[in-house]
C-alpha cells in the first residue's frame, strides 16, 4: 500500500499539506466517536478511573461536528450532476451502510438472541436510536443543500436555524426531535455545520486559520479552557450530549483548534494517522458491528475503560490493515468498497 494514495485528496484547490491536514483531524474525529460508544465516566471506583474517564469524555462529542463540517467543506454539485452524485454516493456510502446495518443486526440476533419485529431492525439501520445514523444523516444534507443551494446567505441563515434548534433542545421544546423519536435525525440540529463547511470552503478560511499562528494558538488555548470546563461541568452534571447549544460551542472550539493542530503536524508526513484518516468510515461502521458486541463480551477492568476506545481503534486499524494485504494479495478491489474503504 502506498502512502501516498492515503494522504492526497483528488481536490486540484487542496495542496497535499491540506490534503494530510483533513486526514489528520478525521483521525482525531473517529477517536471521538468511539469515545462516545466505548467509553463511559465511571466515579465509584477509585481517583484513577474517575479522572481518567472523565478527563476523556468531552472527547465523545467532537467528532461527528467535525465529520460533517468535513463532509460540507468537500460538498461540491455541478450542473445536472443528479444521476452521477447519488450512483457514487450509493456505492461510497449506501451500499456499504447497509451491509454493515444488517451484520449489525444479526450480531444481536445470534450472539444476544434479539428478537424483535422486523420494523425495529430497519428503524435501528437509519439511525432511530441507534448509533448508526450518519449515514442516512449525511444523505438527507446532501438532499437539503442540493435544494437550498450555496448562496452564502442560505448558508448563514442555515448556521441560524441550527443554533435556534439547539437552543430548543436544551429547553426540551424541539418538537421536531420529539416529533423523530431522536435528536440524532433533526437535520436542523447538524445543518449549520454543513453550511460552515461550505462557507469555509467558499472563503478559505482553512487556510487562513492555518497559516496564522496568532489566531491558532488562540483557537488552541480557547478549547484547552473549554475542553476543561465541558469536563468539569460533565462531571458535576453527570452526562454530556451534542444537543445543546455550549455543546456547540465547545465543538466549535475542538473544529477551530484541532484543525490548526492538525495542519501543524502535516508539516510531516505522519503516515500512521493520515492512514486512520482515510479509514474513517470503515471504523465507523464496523466498530458498530465488530467492537462494541466484543467488548460487550469481554469483562474489561474498570480501571481500563478510558483505554477501551484506543484498543478498540488499534483493533479495527489492525482487521482493515489485514484485509488490505489480502486484497492486494488477490489483485481485488471491490471488497474495500463494500466496507467502506476506497479502492
Avoid at 489566531?215 to 450530549?241: D, H, M, N, P, R
Avoid at 466498530?287 to 478498540?312: D, K, S, W
Amino acid at each position: 500500500m502506498e502512502t501516498k494514495n492515503a494522504v492526497v485528496l483528488p481536490d486540484p484547490t487542496v495542496t497535499e499539506r491540506e490534503s494530510r491536514a483533513f486526514f489528520i483531524i478525521k483521525a482525531f474525529a473517529i477517536f471521538s466517536v468511539l469515545v462516545s460508544h466505548l467509553s463511559n465516566v465511571i466515579c465509584d471506583l477509585g481517583t484513577f478511573t474517575t479522572v481518567s474517564t472523565v478527563a476523556l469524555e468531552p472527547w465523545s462529542i467532537m467528532g461527528v461536528p467535525i465529520f460533517i463540517t468535513v463532509s460540507g467543506f468537500f460538498y461540491r454539485r455541478k450542473p445536472h450532476d443528479t444521476k452521477a452524485f447519488w450512483k457514487k454516493k450509493g456505492i461510497t456510502i449506501v451500499m456499504p451502510w447497509i451491509i454493515a446495518g444488517i451484520l449489525r443486526n444479526l450480531v444481536d440476533i445470534v450472539l444476544y438472541h434479539s428478537r424483535e419485529p422486523f420494523l425495529y431492525y430497519v428503524q435501528r439501520m437509519l439511525g432511530f436510536n441507534s448509533s448508526f445514523y450518519f449515514p442516512f444523516l449525511l444523505i438527507l444534507l446532501f438532499a437539503v443543500f442540493k435544494l437550498m443551494g450555496k448562496r452564502p446567505a442560505l448558508l448563514w441563515v442555515s448556521i441560524g436555524v441550527s443554533a435556534v434548534s439547539l437552543v430548543l433542545e436544551t429547553l426540551g421544546y424541539n418538537y421536531v426531535s420529539i416529533l423523530l423519536g431522536t435528536p440524532s435525525l433533526n437535520v436542523f440540529n447538524w445543518m449549520g455545520f454543513f453550511a460552515l463547511g461550505m462557507l469555509a470552503r467558499r472563503y478559505r478560511w482553512d487556510r487562513r486559520l492555518a497559516q496564522s499562528s496568532v489566531a491558532g494558538w488562540i483557537s488552541v488555548a480557547v478549547f484547552a479552557v473549554l475542553y476543561g470546563l465541558t469536563a468539569f461541568g460533565e462531571f458535576k452534571e453527570g452526562g454530556i450530549t451534542y444537543y445543546r447549544m455550549d455543546a456547540a460551542v465547545f465543538e466549535l472550539s475542538a473544529l477551530l483548534a484541532l484543525y490548526f493542530l492538525s495542519y501543524q503536524l502535516a508539516s510531516r508526513r505522519q503516515r500512521i494517522l493520515c492512514e486512520i484518516g482515510s479509514c474513517t468510515y470503515c471504523v465507523y461502521l464496523y466498530h458498530l458491528v465488530l467492537i462494541t458486541g466484543l467488548f460487550g463480551l469481554v469483562n474489561f477492568p474498570a480501571a481500563l475503560t478510558a483505554l477501551q476506545p484506543v484498543l478498540g481503534l488499534a483493533i479495527m486499524m489492525g482487521l482493515i490493515e489485514a484485509g488490505k494485504w489480502i486484497c492486494k494479495l488477490l489483485k481485488i478491489k471491490w471488497p474495500m468498497t463494500l466496507v467502506g474503504l476506497k479502492g
